[in-house]
């Protein structure tokens, strides 16, 4: 018996071990911005957290089977849990660069999404931009044709008409 809880404790020690060597690179990863290294990661250390878990279990079995007192398996324990606790803190921390990294491009998604749909809004004011312009135009050239017409019917050449004085004879009565 004490011969597998030695394995066991060896067990946990090369996994508390594999969990230092995954941490140490989870922070170039987070740098990196590289999500599918990140998860990757993130999954690793969680498995080898909830194996080192389940082998602490098992070891605290048969640490009660063999007569251990509770005290040193509680002390024996909490050891563990002081080395594993780095370690969900670092799956926490993992866990919301993923999330920030998924919402992140999610906001670059929705960016996306808006500027292509902001593309045919913009031609479409672009359209009536010109059919606007168009038709004002045309307003300005036919209220010039207005104007030029008014103009010419304003200095229009009418035949002078010459106005004889009436002398006040009956002989002139008719002249007038």
Known sequence: ?????????KAIDAKLQLLKLTQDQTTSAIEEKNITSVERLWNTLKKKVEEVHDFKTTV????????SKEEEILKWSANIEEGVGEFEKTIDH?????????SSETQAAKRE????AAQPREKKYEEEMRFEKAK????????KKI??????????????LVITHFKGTPADW???
């Open 60 to 67: 605290q079995e048969m640490m009660f089977e063999a007569g």
């Open 147 to 160: 104007d030029e017409k008014k103009d010419q019917n304003i200095n229009a050449k009418l035949p002078k």
């Open 113 to 116: 999404e808006e500027e292509r």
């Open 136 to 143: 004002l135009e045309q307003k300005l050239k036919y209220e």
């Open 1 to 9: 018996m004490a011969k597998t809880v030695e394995q066991l404790t």
């Open 94 to 102: 993992l866990s919301a660069a993923i999330k920030e990294f998924q």
């Open 174 to 176: 008719l002249r007038f």
